[in-house]
């Protein structure tokens, strides 16, 4: 059986009981069960008897989709979060004819318990309104934080390879320019960690390359 193993971080791959071709098409289970049809790319890494592959679901399932559809979710619960905000405070209005005039309460009176009731019930559905509005707030932000990820361009993406070819040509670029140019250093470490970007997107455009690039 095909399973999932951790690569890097955000990528996932195929650990397989025996080899596979690229551009074969596997199935892959997850520690839950379910069976994901995937493309074979590289091969990389081998132990223990067992094949590790870069994969790429068939259907085009990956993060920025994930992303996308956890928006997705939390905008719909943040809409009911709102309704349901919207439904309390309009139970809340209940003898608000009666309420403004803010007679006071006829302590021993018949209506007393009614008046206090009233109060009551109206004070419950107006803290419910304010909660059900800040569950509200929550999911929107939150969507929007993963609408903002849902383009995003990771290590388990075959076109990672252009994105860190980008990244580096342009941590390199910066590297030299504060290199070169003393003067345009904000800080005493900003080429120390013009430097640090370099070699991160030098590892990740490496990393691309073993996941996705062609191989001999």
């Known amino acids: 059986m095909n399973t999932y193993a951790k690569y890097c971080p955000n990528v996932y791959v195929a650990k397989c009981e025996q080899e596979y071709q690229k551009g074969d098409v596997i ?24 094949f590790y592959y870069s994969i790429v679901r068939e259907d085009g399932f990956d993060s920025r989709q994930w992303a996308a559809n956890r928006a997705a979710r939390l905008s719909n619960a943040a809409a009911n979060a709102e309704k349901k905000s919207t439904q309390y405070w309009e139970a809340a209005q209940e003898g608000k004819d009666f309420l403004v005039l803010a007679e006071p309460i006829k302590v021993g009176h018949h209506s007393e318990k009614r008046h206090r009731a009233l109060i009551d019930r109206n ?10 509005s800040d569950k509200a707030e929550t999911y929107e932000e939150r969507a929007a934080y993963w609408e903002s990820r849902a383009n995003d361009i ?6 990672s390879i252009d994105f ?8 390199t670029r910066e590297h030299e320019e ?5 003067e345009k250093r904000s800080h005493s470490y900003s080429l120390t960690y013009a430097k640090k970007a370099v070699n991160e997107a030098k590892k990740n455009f490496e990393t691309a390359l073993k ?3 062609e191989t001999e």
Request: proline share 4%.
């Open 27 to 50: 199935q892959v289970q997850t520690k839950y069960g379910k069976e994901n049809d995937c493309i074979v790319f590289n091969l990389v890494h081998k132990a223990n008897g067992a």
């Open 178 to 182: 504060l290199k070169n140019h003393p």
């Open 164 to 171: 860190y070819v980008h990244k580096l040509e342009q941590a």
């Open 123 to 132: 004070w419950n559905r107006m803290a419910k309104c304010v909660e059900a």
């Open 211 to 213: 996941l996705w690039g």
């Open 154 to 159: 990771n290590l388990s993406m075959p076109e």
